[in-house]
């Protein structure tokens, strides 16, 4: 691994680079905090997919291209005379030591659940108090992923289960008011139900300590490899698939779960 030294000459070589191309490039250089938006989006879904396929060396290439854009925006910044990348450092290194008395006080925690607790109550303490528990969760974010964040945070002020078992009552209690609507057809409230069922098993997954957005995934891919095996598969056969009936296409789905097995 480098050393401190090296590091910092490593920062200070991307940070010449950045000057060099916002100066000199006319595509970097004619670039806006606007214009990097949805290109900062679709890199961070990308260092995401790499993490979840456990891809180190993709891994390594997609925080370079984030890492890009932080330096990009901060570029940006330091011209419209407003902050510079050493700005966001400082100011990202006085949080950490603010939320973590723990390390940097004297305050005692005995696991990572009052770690997160405390962080949460310290995240209220910030700009004077004028934060909300649920404020800090950008509207954009997606709903899986908000659903779970909105229900760590409440957790972070104790409004949450006391025994985790109690959770699947109400996944139950959710599940049958769906039925119940599914039955009535009222599309209006079987859509709501919909939502509190997903909702409890967010909440369920938070509580047993899985991720839910990673477990669909999870999921999503199973799903795409059996497909594809069973589309391989019957074009090897010469068959359509349009044309099969779903028995046969159970079939060759079961071989596709024994080949990973």
Not at 157 to 184: A, H, P, R, T
Not at 197 to 202: A, E, G, K, T, V
Not at 213 to 242: C, S, V, W
Request: glycine share 4%.
């Amino acid at each position: 691994m480098n050393s401190i030294e090296q590091k910092k000459k490593s920062f200070e070589h991307i940070l010449k680079v950045m000057d060099e191309l916002r100066e000199q490039c006319p595509w970097d250089s004619v670039q806006t905090k606007e214009s990097l938006r949805t290109l900062t989006l679709e890199e961070t879904y990308e260092l995401s997919e790499a993490i979840q396929l456990g891809d180190w060396d993709g891994i390594k290439k997609e925080l370079g291209d984030v890492f890009l854009h932080l330096i990009f925006y901060s570029k940006i910044a330091s011209e419209e005379k407003q902050f510079d990348i050493a700005d966001v450092m400082d100011g990202l290194a006085e949080k950490l030591i603010f939320r973590h008395p723990h390390i940097y006080a004297e305050t005692k925690v005995e696991n990572k659940k009052e770690v997160s607790q405390n962080w949460e109550e310290l995240k209220l303490k910030e700009k004077n108090g004028n934060k909300t528990v649920l404020s800090g969760i950008p509207s954009s974010v997606p709903s899986i992923i908000k659903a779970f964040r909105l229900q760590d945070k409440a957790r972070g002020v104790g409004f949450d289960w006391d025994e985790k078992e109690q959770v699947w009552d109400k996944v139950e209690e959710e599940f049958n008011e769906l039925k119940e609507e599914v039955k009535n057809s009222n599309q209006d409230k079987m859509e709501a139900e919909f939502g509190d069922l997903l909702f409890s098993l967010i909440n369920a997954a938070r509580l047993y300590d899985i991720n839910p957005d990673d477990a669909l995934e999870r999921t999503n891919r199973k799903f795409i490899r059996r497909f594809n095996y069973l589309e391989k598969k019957t074009i090897k056969q010469g068959i359509n698939l349009r044309k099969m009936s779903l028995s046969e296409m159970n079939t060759i789905w079961d071989e596709a779960k024994k080949e990973e097995t």
